[in-house]
């Protein structure tokens, strides 16, 4: 198993940057792939971002690709998403999350065999 926790969440002005920061402990990080989705509140969770084991291949939704760049540091067992030019749509409760599995659909939380507490972002306008 795979603990992880978010952090970096916050309160920022339209325009303005956040670095969202997810550890992952019990388990080597680098068995899993990891993402990030989002849920805002009477939305279902959205994808995010797709990060491979490696860190190689990254995938975006279309609403924060050229905005939004997902890492990982295999060393640290961590994964990050620089978040850029924040929008107010943005806002939302940012979940990190890990999949075990070789081959699945990335953009489907079902995929994902373990799950963050969420850490909260807020854009302002």
């Known amino acids: 198993q795979v603990q992880l926790v978010e952090s970096g969440g916050g309160l920022v002005q339209a325009g303005g940057s956040l670095r969202l920061s997810c550890a992952a402990s019990?388990?080597?990080?680098?068995?899993?792939?990891m993402a990030w989705f989002r849920q805002a509140p009477g939305k279902e969770r959205e994808f995010v971002a797709f990060?491979?084991?490696?860190?190689?291949?990254?995938y975006y939704a279309d609403s924060v690709k050229g905005r939004f760049t997902s890492t990982r540091d295999n060393a640290k067992n961590t994964q990050s998403l620089q978040m850029n030019s924040l929008k107010p749509e943005d806002t939302a409760v940012y979940y990190c999350?890990?999949?075990?599995?070789?081959?699945?659909?990335?953009?489907?939380?079902?995929?994902?065999?373990?799950w963050g507490q969420g850490t909260q972002v807020t854009v302002s306008s």
């Open positions: 999350a890990a999949a075990s599995r070789y081959s699945f659909d990335y953009r489907v939380p079902s995929s994902y065999d373990y």
């Open positions: 019990g388990r080597t990080a680098s068995n899993y792939a």
């Open positions: 990060i491979s084991r490696s860190g190689a291949i990254t």
